[in-house]
Structure formats: C-alpha cells, structure tokens
C-alpha cells in the first residue's frame, strides 16, 4: 500500500515481469525442508560465523609434564574462542537436545504402540538430558 502511493506520487511504474518456477524445480517436500532447517540450525549454533571471519585452528596442541604433545578439541579458560571442533561438537549437542524435546513432542502423537510411546519417551529425555550436561561440561572446562 505504501509503495503503491510512493510509486503514483513519484508517477514510477515498476516492471510487469513474468517470472516463473523452473519446471524440473519442483516444491521440496516437508522432510526435505525439515532436514535443510536443521542444517541451517546447527551451522548458525556451531559458530559458522566465528569460523569466517577469525578462522581459528581445528585443534589445538597441549604439552604434558613429560614434553610429549596431545591433541587439545576445547580452548580451555578462553570463553570468546573457539577450535572449529569445538563449535561443530558443542552445536551436535544444542542440536541433541533440540531433537530430543522434538521427539518428546511427537511422542504424544504417535499412534503406534505402547512399548514405541515408551521407547520415544525414553529416548526424547536422554536426548534432552545428555545434551546440556555435555554443554555444561564444556563450559566448566572453559571456564
């Protein structure tokens, strides 16, 4: 409505384009859109973006008392850095949880049997349980 009246005052006439949907493109289906959403989920929460832009190491490297060196995957005592393997490892975990409260939630839907709305259940709360304690162990190594 706004652009409609800015367009008559300023008399513009935007171009009448026929654009169409190329015809071996057909519409994704629900679980492709879903699996892409994940994806995108857990890109955005592995820390895509810190990756970009200071392009840290995929792993780090720690000496014992002995002088022998053994790979190191968490940046301890370092909250606002991270290994890539770190932010993949701690974005799978936000992502076990996030799958557990959905199974959780499709566990009350589910019209399958007893002993499947238990092995749902039962799977969901180890999901939604495992994931922020290893988060949690994460942050008390970096911390």
Same mark, same amino acid.
């Given at each position: 409505?706004?652009?409609?009246? #800015?367009?008559?005052?300023? @008399? =513009?006439?935007?171009?009448? =384009?026929?654009? @169409? ?7 994704? !289906? ?7 959403? #994940?994806? &995108? ?11 970009? &832009?200071? !392009?840290p190491p995929a792993f780090g490297v720690e000496s014992d008392g002995f002088g022998n060196s053994r790979p190191v995957a968490i940046l301890k005592w370092q909250l606002n850095q991270q290994y890539i393997v770190e932010g993949f490892t701690a974005g799978f975990m936000m992502l076990l949880? @996030? !799958? ?11 019209? @399958?049997? $007893? ?5 749902? &259940? ?17 942050? $008390?190594? $970096?911390?």
């Amino acid at each position: 409505m706004v652009l409609q009246s #800015l367009f008559s005052a300023l @008399s =513009l006439h935007p171009p009448e =384009l026929e654009l @169409s949907w190329p015809a071996w493109l057909g519409v994704p !289906s629900s679980n492709t859109m879903f699996i892409l959403s #994940l994806f &995108i989920y857990y890109i955005s929460v592995s820390g895509i973006t810190y990756d970009i &832009i200071n !392009s840290p190491p995929a792993f780090g490297v720690e000496s014992d008392g002995f002088g022998n060196s053994r790979p190191v995957a968490i940046l301890k005592w370092q909250l606002n850095q991270q290994y890539i393997v770190e932010g993949f490892t701690a974005g799978f975990m936000m992502l076990l949880t @996030s !799958s557990g409260l959905m199974i959780l939630d499709q566990s009350n839907y589910v019209t @399958s049997t $007893k002993m499947g709305r238990f092995l749902m &259940i039962g799977l969901g709360m180890t999901f939604s349980l495992v994931g922020p304690f290893a988060t949690y162990t994460f942050f $008390k190594i $970096k911390w």
